[in-house]
T-cell receptor
Framework: LAKTTQPISMDSYEGQEVNITCSHNNIATNDYITWYQQFPSQGPRFIIQGYKTKVTNEVASLFIPADRKSSTLSLPRVSLSDTAVYYC?????????????FGTGTRLL | DAGVTQSPTHLIKTRGQQVTLRCSPK?????VSWYQQALGQGPQFIFQ???????QRGNFPDRFSGHQFPNYSSELNVNALLLGDSALYLC?????????????FGPGTRLTVL
């Protein structure tokens, strides 16, 4: 399983666009990139998943460069309710029996 | 459509006791995974159940055991509780057949061992 590296914390202001970058130098060909959001004392919530280029949904955008060694989660116009820990995960989602490997995440303040 | 549910919400036990936590997966899901999350840390994978069998296991001792029922719900059992077992226990469900195996998490059970 590819190891991920992301900043421990980030500060932001309401209305600002926030970009959290995750490094995954050893990503494998079949690996997908998945981001989860977690509020205190709650389970992680799936935000977005992608394989390459750009993925957008109603919550966020995920930018993945051609070499796939990093990815950037973009949250448009954050509010206080976006204060949470954001986890970047990398793994082969098509193998079944997928165990998710979480790092320490990025605390968005 | 109900999401993943867990019970109880909170639990307080003493060292040496045994505990059972319960999880009902999201409708349409057949695979259940359990994670332990210590304060300030990311969730750590305990094990995963599919077709009532343990399919994968993380680095946890045999004191941690589980079960999956025919209706896909699952239990996590922890014997001989230690102070270090105090954590948020998370259940996640997914659908094995086809497509990307996105896991959806429940709200967790907060276990405190005194």
């Amino acid at each position: 399983l590819a190891k991920t590296t992301q900043p421990i914390s980030m500060d932001s202001y309401e209305g600002q666009e926030v970009n959290i970058t995750c490094s995954h130098n050893n990503i494998a060909t079949n690996d997908y990139i998945t981001w989860y959001q977690q509020f205190p004392s709650q389970g992680p919530r799936f935000i977005i998943q992608g394989y390459k280029t750009k993925v957008t949904n109603e919550v966020a955008s995920l930018f993945i460069p051609a070499d796939r060694k990093s990815s950037t989660l973009s949250l448009p116009r954050v509010s206080l309710s976006d204060t949470a820990v954001y986890y970047c995960l990398v793994g082969d989602m098509n193998t079944g029996f997928q165990k998710l490997v979480f790092g320490t995440g990025t605390r968005l303040l | 459509d109900a999401g993943v549910t867990q019970s109880p919400t909170h639990l307080i036990k003493t060292r040496g006791q045994q505990v059972t936590l319960r999880c009902s997966p999201k409708s349409g899901h057949d695979t259940v995974s359990w994670y332990q999350q210590a304060l300030g840390q990311g969730p750590q994978f305990i094990f995963q159940y599919y077709e009532e069998e343990e399919r994968q296991r993380g680095n946890f001792p045999d004191r941690f055991s589980g079960h999956q029922f025919p209706n896909y719900s699952s239990e996590l059992n922890v014997n001989a509780l230690l102070l270090g077992d105090s954590a948020l226990y998370l259940c996640a469900s997914s659908r094995l057949a086809g497509g990307t195996d996105t896991q959806y998490f429940g709200p967790g059970t907060r276990l405190t061992v005194l």
